[in-house]
């Protein structure tokens, strides 16, 4: 497992560069992209603007963990683990994530923006669980003992 364990901190530490690039991007250039989309000197989007920008910024800080967990499921399953994964991703997902963001979205008030920041957290939380998995199941073992 010693290989498994190096390639698959290798691959999680590239995705996790990448990501941060990516994450990079997306921040310094959220206006320029919804100027993509809208026209940024025409005052009727400006609502639209105004929702867009939060949800960017979200999205980009997503982007990191994101990665991050993908490719150590990706790992996981390499290593034949399908199962556990599936349903850690379920209650991450839907049990961390729609919880977190419906409680952000409504009862606070954050609306749309607290549904992202919530789906964020869920994916963040799968990333944590599934990079402890894999270090956990790629752990050498003593067997002289």
């Known amino acids: ?5 190096r390639a698959g901190y290798v691959a999680i530490a590239i995705a996790a560069s990448f990501m941060l690039l990516a994450t990079l991007g997306l921040l310094g250039f ?3 992209i919804i100027g993509l989309y809208l026209d940024l000197s025409d005052a ?14 979200v999205a980009a800080l997503a982007q990191m963990t994101d990665g991050v967990q993908r490719v150590a499921s990706g790992a996981l399953y390499g290593l034949q683990d399908t199962r556990m ?17 419906y409680v952000l979205g409504f009862p606070l008030g ?12 869920g994916v963040a939380v799968a990333g944590v669980i599934f990079v402890a998995r894999f270090h ?3 752990q050498p073992t003593d067997q002289g003992r």
Do not use: C, H, K, Y
Request: glycine letters at 16%; zero cysteines; proline letters at 6%.
């Open 1 to 5: 497992l010693g290989a498994a364990r």
């Open 30 to 32: 959220r206006q320029s």
């Open 44 to 57: 009727t989007n400006d609502p639209v603007v105004a929702l867009a920008l939060p949800m960017l910024f």
């Open 85 to 101: 994964p599936m349903v850690l991703s379920g209650l991450a997902f839907w049990g961390v994530g729609l919880t977190t963001g």
């Open 110 to 121: 954050l609306g749309g923006v607290g549904l992202w920041i919530g789906q964020s957290f």
């Open 136 to 138: 956990r199941l790629t």
